[in-house]
């Protein structure tokens, strides 16, 4: 992700003789990464069921390829940017202690803008650089997750009870508390590239497993970030595209989240009123309810409302992006 926020409270003359990457500032960057490297480390040990710190060594695997595709997607970013002669800082890793429940390790990353960005060929090079380069690594750290599928041996090793005629433990309901969808794109790449014969891990199984479980979060960042609102990169690649009339289309993605997010609170609030009947009959009344609607998305109206905010910032220069940049931006959205 990319903030365009200029920092306009320094003189222009200031601005310019600033050192491009001081040694504090590489410094600051770098301690941020290592501690982001440390707690993806830790996840994905406890991704694996693996709570000794003597054998973190098991991480390692997770940590690196997350950070793959953290990293292309922001310096993604971060070229375009140079290409364009705007100032950017490196990218900041923004690490999140593994303590319980479903966490990554990392809440992703993000590099600031030193400088308003002058035309919106800039803002649709910048804004879309990321998710191209994010999205292709995770495409290949996906493609050597199916490639390297371990056989039966490995779910036995966190699960020796796990049964494969119903591919789950027995006594749990199938797939027990954490079921992850499954998109196209993850369902076409594992027909495409798992080896004949192969158990391919069930979606409640399938965080176990580093490069599956890292490649989908890839693909996870790369969606939401290409939302059309606010500073978002799909934020950026709209205004680019239609000036201000951005303003409505991200205000209608807010209108439609909070609708999605509504709805997948709904059966919760029937069932506690004591009308578990009717929640039911909600749910069942979509062929996949849980795939349409998703909680989470009333936290990701909040964030979008009060920390990356609907409304983007003016470009000055607003000159025509030209027939490439138009067909990619739209095949984008």
Known sequence: MSDPSAESEF???????EPELAPMQIFKHGLFFAITFATTLIAGMLWQMERDLLNIAVGLPYSLSLLFILSCHEFGHYFAARYHRVR???????????????DFGTLGAVIRTKEPIPNRKALFDIGIAGPIAGFIASIIV?????????????????????????????GLQQG????????????WMQSLFSASGAWIPPMWEMYHYPYLITGWFGLLITALNLL????????????????????????MTIAVLLILGLMAVFPYLLGYIGNLELAV???????????????????WVLILLFVIKVDHPQVEQFEELGAGRIALGCLRE
């Open 176 to 187: 027990g508390t954490l079921v992850f969808g499954a998109p196209l794109l993850y369902q």
């Open 281 to 299: 009959s909600v749910v069942e009344s979509f062929d996949n309810f849980w795939a349409l609607f998703w909680p989470g998305w009333l936290m």
């Open 228 to 251: 059309p609102a606010g500073q978002l990169d799909g934020g950026h690649v709209l205004y680019a595209l239609i000036g201000r009339k951005h303003a409505f289309v991200a205000r």
């Open 88 to 102: 950017v800082t490196l990218p900041y890793y923004i690490p999140i202690p593994p303590l319980s429940g479903v």
């Open 142 to 170: 996906l493609m050597i997750g199916f490639l390297s599928l371990p056989g039966k041996e490995f779910i036995l090793s966190m699960h020796p009870d796990f049964d494969f005629a119903i591919n789950t433990v027995p």
């Open 11 to 17: 003189p222009e003359t200031v601005r310019r003789t």
